[in-house]
């Protein structure tokens, strides 16, 4: 059973042309905004831009111009994760404090979307400047889990995941800090890919953390994946943290069997599931022994400071949030409360009304690990266990060729549960902000159903290794199809 | 009361900011450029829009390198920037990207005409703020004030000397010196009126011959050398009188009132400033080259001292004369240029200490906006060496030069100065000035040696000043005698 279409699936019916570019654009934008009443994945839907843009391409087909000329994703309909620039266009990162924020220019990441034939149909809902693991911090209102509308899609990137996992769109482009692609692509039922920091440009994508922030597909299946951070991945001269090796062929890298693939499995992770959940920790032994029987050995390796992850991730983030979030002061754009007094009163009120309760504690925290006194207990400590986290991994890689682990601990929750609990919301991203904090890819593929609620499973390699985990997670997915075994509850809802 | 002051000495320290002179600025490419329209050299990125993220300037890094190598400072092989976080609305990202504590150069020397040498603790890279223009002048009073953004993100390195200079005056001196380098090797315009070079100044007193730092008051706002002197001056008095008086000094920022000619607390909460520097995680530890640092030092051009010691050496000048002329590249190179074309390098130094300077102060010009070049110079010389002009015309010509320029030959010329040489025409002006001035002709023969100037006064007045006067005075004496 098939719930939506791959962007490959839709790329050959264009190349063949069964369908027009605004054909598909059309079908997505009828079901983005059939679905949104029960969603709500979108604060911007892009409806006139997008028919522009697939009227110029199909003309431009209808011209003789060959689909393959026009770019490895012509006419597919995409959705970008707010925090994305998007020149022109409303560009709020979930925040009232650029609520009416219009960017003269565009993320490269967008451009070069654009460039390879994507239609952008509209800006995804997300947590306040991708603060959060569930969407409810978007200052606007919450995303909804396309297999349970009284839960939550997950975050930050909740909207992108959550309009992909609804089959609105084959491809969103998300944000992951901690985990914040391959939370939400567990919990939508979908493909998120977090490249190795320094993958992709980070420029015109809103700073939340600056040396953890990374872009990345979130997409109904591996190859499509492969296909959209083959579009985005490069240097770029505007991003000095992107780095200039070449981009492989990740397509060319799928495979079908894991023959001589050695897995590593966390222990420490292992153990830590085995004691929450056990309906969890059996799904993922399941998984294990389908990447056995796929002809892949599992080595048991050790992260024995991945305990620390959190921590250290909630001292270096909101560092650098505190410092990357006071340039919205109301001086220059944005929005502004000025109801008297002086500058720094203006900043104060402007602040004070623009920001949500997540993104203050948040700032709060990062001033303070960074004040005089505290700067070397808290913010050189944590770079310093940042440090032991990627040796962890040098070491586990060496002796395995990826790493297989949960995405995370629990399937969706239900919207509200954890808004009262920061901690509790923040150990949502206990199995994939270790990755992060060593900068090295990790993605999230679906692997099956808790209650009939979905969950992914974890891939990790070792940095610059995209195509290696690409190839093993795709031979985990054409021999398991999870995607297709259980279609959003949401569809029936509205098919009714 | 004199007696007691006597008694303590000042400690100065120089913390200088200078505008590099790179065609881009420090993080972005926009065109760093000084007077502007306000706010049309800007970009997302110098605005510090969301999203957009800072490349360093290389030739930033290489100018502030070069600077470090004529001043004899160590370069950094690893080298980083760092965010100074404060919230002030003349800086875009409300964060300042700085160099906290790995400087791209520690350590080097300030050497001092005097031959002191005054050493530096450091220099380090950064970018510039934007300018807030206050409606009305003062912030407190303004009813609302406007945001140039041109000027941030404008390449900034601050020269910071240890605390070693000892008076007002070799504060100037050092500025002085300072300047002559950055000029030289052109990695900035240097201009203190225009902001490309700017002062700010630690200032402590202490009992004559303590090794302990007093407490220390930082002045800023000084826009000028002048002013530099002047609020150095009162700040030590100030602080002198306190101690004098068996009072504390307060650690406390102070600006400079020029109008006024005092020193205020600026009461700002800036002691309590809590910068929270952090490596910025936007851009990658810099890591330079031995072998392009060697590359840099070959490019380095003559500094002033030592091409005031050469001057000195191979033109014969004075060390004073030497001493002025190398104060920035454009002079030195002009008298250079001048003394090689005339081979009359002493008269070269003449002119232009002399007249030249006065006519440039005169039509507000430098060297390097003034019509004159050196071979001009070096005809006009040639002119007077040969008697083709006389020294009073010269100067009128030399004024022409200054602002028009041309050649001195066809402005003698045109202008008819040249002087009268020729033995025949000079011996009949002569004749008939004696046929014309019989009186003095018998004083002069009676003992009154004045009375021939007066005769050479009626002379160059016929002829318009034209005659060549020492003919003129030669012919006289060989009648007359």
Avoid at chain 1, 53 to 75: E, F, N, P, T, V
Avoid at chain 1, 304 to 309: E, I, K, L, S
Avoid at chain 2, 45 to 63: F, H, K, Q, S
Wanted: include cysteine.
């Amino acid at each position: 059973m098939k719930i939506a279409k791959t962007a490959h699936e839709l790329s050959d019916a264009i190349r063949r042309k069964e369908l027009s570019s605004r054909e598909a654009v059309e079908a997505a934008l009828d079901s983005a905004q059939a679905l949104d009443p029960s969603l709500r994945a979108y604060i911007t839907l892009l409806p006139e831009r997008a028919r522009d843009r697939a009227k110029q391409l199909d003309d431009r087909i209808a011209r003789g111009d060959s689909a393959d000329s026009l770019g490895a994703l012509a006419g597919i309909p995409v959705a970008v994760k707010d925090i994305f620039c998007l020149e022109g266009e409303l560009t709020t990162c979930g925040s009232r404090i650029l609520g009416n924020f219009r960017p003269p220019y565009s993320a490269t990441v967008v451009n070069k979307l654009e460039a390879a034939g994507a239609i952008i149909i509209g800006k995804t809902n997300m947590d306040e400047f991708a603060m959060g693991s569930s969407c409810e911090n978007s200052a606007f209102f919450p995303t909804r889990n396309p297999y349970d509308v009284t839960r939550v899609p997950g975050g930050s990137s909740g909207g992108s995941a959550s309009t992909v996992g609804a089959g609105s769109v084959p491809i969103a482009l998300g944000t992951d800090t901690g985990g914040s692609i391959r939370e939400p692509a567990s919990f939508c039922n979908i493909v998120g890919v977090k490249p190795t920091y320094g993958r992709v440009s980070r420029y015109g994508m809103i700073a939340f953390a600056s040396s953890l922030d990374q872009a990345g597909p979130m997409t109904r299946d591996i190859r499509d994946a492969a296909t959209t951070l083959q579009v985005m991945a490069g240097h770029d001269e505007m991003d000095s943290t992107s780095v200039d090796t070449p981009v492989p062929n990740y397509a060319a890298a799928l495979r079908t069997d894991l023959a001589g693939v050695r897995i590593g499995i966390v222990t420490e992770f292992e153990d830590s599931i085995g004691r929450s959940d056990a309906a969890m920790a059996g799904l993922y032994k399941r998984a294990y022994a389908d990447l056995e029987r796929l002809g892949a050995t599992l080595v048991e390796v050790h992260l024995p400071h991945a305990q620390y992850g959190l921590a250290t991730y909630y001292l270096i983030a909101p560092a650098e949030c505190s410092s990357n979030l006071a340039r919205y002061d109301g001086a220059r754009y944005g929005c502004r409360v000025n109801e008297s007094g002086d500058v720094f009163t203006m900043f104060e009120h402007t602040r004070e009304a623009g920001f949500g309760d997540e993104v203050k504690r948040r700032i709060i925290l990062g001033t303070y690990a960074l004040s005089a006194g505290y700067y070397d207990a808290y913010y050189v400590r944590a770079q310093k266990v940042r440090t032991l986290i990627k040796r962890d991994f040098d070491n586990a890689f060496a002796q395995c060729d990826a790493i297989a682990c949960p995405a995370v601990s629990c399937p969706p929750f239900e919207l509200g549960a954890k808004t009262q609990d920061p901690v509790a919301m923040y150990l949502m991203d206990y199995f994939t902000i270790p990755m992060s904090l060593a900068g090295i890819p990790a993605l999230s593929v679906p692997a099956g159903y808790v209650n009939e609620l979905p969950v992914g499973l974890q891939f990790a390699a070792p940095a610059f290794e995209e195509a290696r985990m690409l190839g093993i997670a795709h031979a985990y997915e054409q021999a398991t199809h999870h995607a297709d075994q259980v279609a959003p509850k949401v569809l029936a809802g509205a098919a009714r | 009361m004199i007696e007691t002051r006597l008694q303590f000495e000042a400690v100065i320290g120089l913390e200088v900011h200078v505008e590099l002179a790179t065609q881009s600025k420090m993080f972005c490419g926009c065109r760093n450029a000084f007077g502007a329209k306000p706010n049309t050299l800007t970009c997302p990125v110098c605005l510090g829009m969301p999203g957009t993220l800072p490349v360093i300037n290389r030739r930033a890094v290489e100018y502030l390198c070069k600077t470090g190598l004529a001043l004899d400072c160590a370069i950094a092989q690893f080298s980083k920037f760092d965010r100074k976080n404060y919230f002030y609305p003349d800086m875009p990202k409300n964060y300042q990207i700085s160099q906290y504590d790995m400087p791209l150069t520690t350590g080097g020397v300030v050497p001092l005409a005097s031959g002191k040498p005054v050493r530096l603790n450091r220099i380090h890279l950064e970018e510039d703020t934007g300018k807030n223009i206050h409606a009305g002048g003062h912030m407190a009073a303004s009813e609302y004030t406007l945001i140039d953004y041109n000027r941030a993100g404008v390449p900034l390195m601050e020269i910071v000397s240890e605390p070693e200079i000892a008076s007002p005056e070799e504060a100037e001196e050092y500025l002085v010196a300072l300047k002559a380098v950055l000029s030289y090797i052109g990695v900035s315009d240097v201009k203190m009126h225009e902001g490309s070079l700017r002062c700010d100044a630690n200032v402590s007193v202490r009992p004559r011959g303590a090794t302990e730092l007093g407490t220390k008051a930082e002045v800023k706002n000084m826009n000028s050398f002048r002013s530099v002197v002047r609020a150095l001056r009162f700040e030590i008095e100030r602080q002198t009188e306190l101690l004098a008086l068996g009072e504390r000094v307060i650690q406390e920022t102070r600006n400079w009132d020029d109008t006024r000619g005092i020193t205020y607390s600026t009461r700002s909460k800036e002691q309590a400033h809590d910068y929270r520097y952090f490596p910025d995680p936007d851009l990658v530890p810099m890591t330079i080259d031995a072998q392009v640092i060697e590359a840099w030092r070959t490019e380095l051009p003559e500094l002033p001292l030592a091409k005031r010691d050469r001057l000195v050496r191979e033109y014969g000048l004075s060390e004073y004369e030497a001493g002025i002329l190398s104060e920035d590249r454009a002079t030195a190179d002009f008298f250079e240029q001048a003394a090689r074309a005339s081979s009359e390098a002493k008269q070269v130094a003449n002119w232009m200490l002399g007249d030249i300077r006065r006519f440039l102060e005169k039509h507000e010009k430098t060297l390097a906006t003034a019509a004159i070049k050196p071979e001009q110079l070096a005809e006009l010389i040639a002119l007077v060496k040969s008697g083709h002009i006389s020294g009073k015309a010269a100067k009128e010509v030399c004024e022409l030069l200054v602002t028009e320029g041309g050649d001195p030959r066809a402005i003698v010329q045109a202008r008819g100065l040249a002087q009268v040489s020729d033995s025949a025409a000079v011996s009949q002006i002569v004749d008939e000035a004696i046929a014309g001035n019989q009186e003095s002709v018998t004083a002069y023969k009676a003992g009154k040696a004045k009375a021939l100037e007066f005769i050479v006064g009626q002379i160059m007045k016929a002829s318009r000043g034209k005659a060549n006067v020492d003919m003129v005075r030669a012919l006289l004496k060989e009648r007359l005698g």
